[in-house]
Structure formats: structure tokens, C-alpha cells
């Protein structure tokens, strides 16, 4: 897997393979931020929080297209230690990248020091997680008003992406097995 664009353009990525693995494909990310193209005018001055990181290929993109920070969340210890190799391998800066080995919903659960212009979630498929961190991310304050909630779900999950107070649907998306639904904060 590779960097789609930016500063980081091309350079590879570690990803892990097996049982929970599902790194999110070019494709995705490219239409991930294709859609984002229109919701953030001023990249350098984004904070980013990737929920269920994973390899970090989403938030590294981010990095890659300018992005001043962002925090890479995941529990995984397979996950953890290949999103480290990528940080290092990419010379990703202590300052603009910061790891937490955690579950999302103990992270989510205490109120946010500072908010994100940009949260990425992008649960495990089959098991309903993007239903349980949804509330933790409004109500704790982790998204600042205005900012851009994306989920990357499989398609065939049940979200009723209207019911989230606060939150205006802007995209709802399907790829093949994966549906990418993109929310802003109202206030």
C-alpha cells in the first residue's frame, strides 16, 4: 500500500494481514479525500484523530496532504507496532504524531482536552462498533463545530446516520463491501 498524494506521495506502507485486518484501499482513501476536497480549505491547520488506526494509512494521508497533527488510536498490538514502523519509516516528526495504545471507547469516554477539525473512524467490520463511539465523539467533544466526522463501515452495517444530534449528514457513500458516510459538526 502506498501514500496517494502529497508530501509523502508513493512511499510505502506496512500493513498487517489476517483475521481483523482490513486496511482501508486506495480507492477508498482516494475517495475519502476526494469528498474531503470540499469540507477543508486550510489543510495545514487540521488536527487529526484516526480512531481504530490500524496501519495509520488514513491519518498518515492526512500527514501527507499537509495536515499539522494528528493521534493514531488503536488496542491492536499487532496494529500498534506496525503503525509505529510506518511513523518511523515515513520520518513522521514526535510533534506532529502522537500514538495511544487504547480502545476507542475508553479513549472516547473522557472529555477532550481539545477538540478535531478531522476524526476517522474505521471500526472492525461485524461488530457494530461505529454505533457505540458515535455518541462518545459528540458528547465528549472530541469533533470541534464545524469539523468533519468520516466513517469507514462495511456496507451492509444498519445506520441511521440522521439520528445523530449535532451532526449533519454530508456523504454516504458505497464501494463494494465498504460504505464511507461523512458528517458535520453543527455546533
Not at 17 to 31: D, N, Q
Not at 85 to 94: D, F, G, S, Y
Request: hydrophobic residues 40%; charged residues 25%.
Amino acid at each position: 500500500m502506498r501514500i496517494i498524494s502529497g508530501t509523502l506521495k508513493g512511499r510505502v506502507l506496512k500493513t498487517g494481514s489476517g483475521p481483523g485486518y482490513r486496511p482501508a484501499t486506495g480507492k477508498v482513501r482516494e475517495a475519502i479525500f476526494s469528498m474531503l476536497h470540499g469540507q477543508i480549505e486550510d489543510w495545514s491547520r487540521v488536527q487529526v484523530l484516526d480512531l481504530f488506526a490500524g496501519s495509520g494509512a488514513v491519518g498518515l494521508e492526512a500527514l501527507s496532504r499537509g495536515a499539522c497533527t494528528a493521534v493514531f488510536v488503536e488496542n491492536d498490538a499487532r496494529a500498534v507496532k506496525i503503525l509505529q514502523e510506518n511513523l518511523q519509516r515515513l520520518q513522521i516528526a514526535v510533534n506532529r504524531a502522537k500514538l495511544i495504545k487504547k480502545d476507542a471507547e475508553s479513549f472516547l469516554a473522557r472529555k477532550a482536552e481539545h477538540g478535531f477539525e478531522l476524526v476517522f473512524v474505521d471500526p472492525p467490520y461485524g461488530r457494530n462498533l461505529l454505533n457505540q463511539v458515535l455518541p462518545g465523539i459528540i458528547s465528549q467533544g472530541w469533533l470541534l463545530p464545524r469539523g468533519v466526522l468520516c466513517a469507514e463501515v462495511e456496507s451492509r452495517l444498519q445506520v441511521t446516520p440522521e439520528t445523530y444530534p449535532g451532526l449533519d449528514l454530508i456523504k454516504d457513500k458505497h464501494y463494494g463491501q465498504t460504505r464511507i458516510l461523512m458528517w458535520q459538526k453543527t455546533s
